[in-house]
């Protein structure tokens, strides 16, 4: 089961920063939060990951909690092409590197 | 260069028969991961190869199979088809075992009637 729990669906208006949160009460100090998107009929797409400390790259902001049970994704200026679904999944360093995926939320940008 | 590629993109097949899906990962990559997306939900970890010898295996009987050839490409054999097995099947490439990010092809559409 994913470890990770995510609203099913959100709206952002285009050129809004998008905020997608995620809730992983259950995660082990070894377990790094990982997000990736999927636009539609594409292959998933990794956007960002971090184990503790807020992370920032070219596509989005990462910001864990400090008791690092909940965590936000940030698209700083989202665009219609930011619609898809995106996915907060849990994984850990240990002989099994699957990556285990919830359902994701569903982000609808609206021009 | 050229991103994780899958073939065929699409298939349709009939219950009881075989498939077997083709993947070649980036190059440089030497771990292949397949999973099974069903409509709606999110992938599903099926298998994970490096270095040609699985690594990790999901929870899927023993009809689905994978192997991983000399040049790193890989395929996914699934028998005894069922309408079930209709999904997405994503094939992801990474640089090794631990690395970070995964890059997804665009995967294969299967249609079991």
């Known amino acids: 089961d994913a470890k990770t729990t995510q609203p099913p669906s959100m709206d952002c208006a285009e050129g809004r920063a998008a905020n997608l949160p995620c809730n992983h009460s259950t995660i082990s100090g070894n377990e790094y939060v990982y997000w990736y998107r999927q636009i539609h009929s594409q292959g998933p797409q990794y956007i960002i990951h971090?184990?503790?400390?807020?992370e920032t790259n070219e596509m989005a902001s990462l910001i864990i909690t400090e008791d690092r049970k909940s965590s936000t994704l940030i698209l700083p200026h989202a665009t219609l092409r930011d619609t898809a679904v995106y996915y907060c999944i849990v994984r850990g360093w240990d002989s099994n590197y699957q990556l285990i995926w919830g359902a994701g939320t569903k982000l609808i940008i609206k021009p | 260069d050229a991103g994780v590629t899958q073939s065929p993109t699409h298939l349709i097949k009939t219950r009881g028969q075989h498939v077997t899906l083709r993947c070649s990962p980036i190059s440089g990559h030497k771990s292949v991961s397949w999973y099974q997306q069903v409509l709606g939900q999110g992938p599903q970890f099926i298998f994970q190869y490096y270095e040609k010898e699985e690594r990790g295996r999901g929870n899927f009987p023993d009809r689905f199979s994978a192997r991983q050839f000399p040049n790193y490409s890989s395929e996914l054999n699934v028998n005894a088809l069922l309408l079930g097995d209709s999904a997405l099947y994503l094939c992801?490439?990474?640089?090794?075992?631990?690395?970070?990010?995964?890059?997804f092809g665009p995967g294969t559409r299967l249609t079991v009637t």
């Open positions: 992801a490439s990474s640089r090794n075992i631990q690395s970070y990010e995964q890059y």
């Open positions: 971090g184990l503790k400390n807020n």
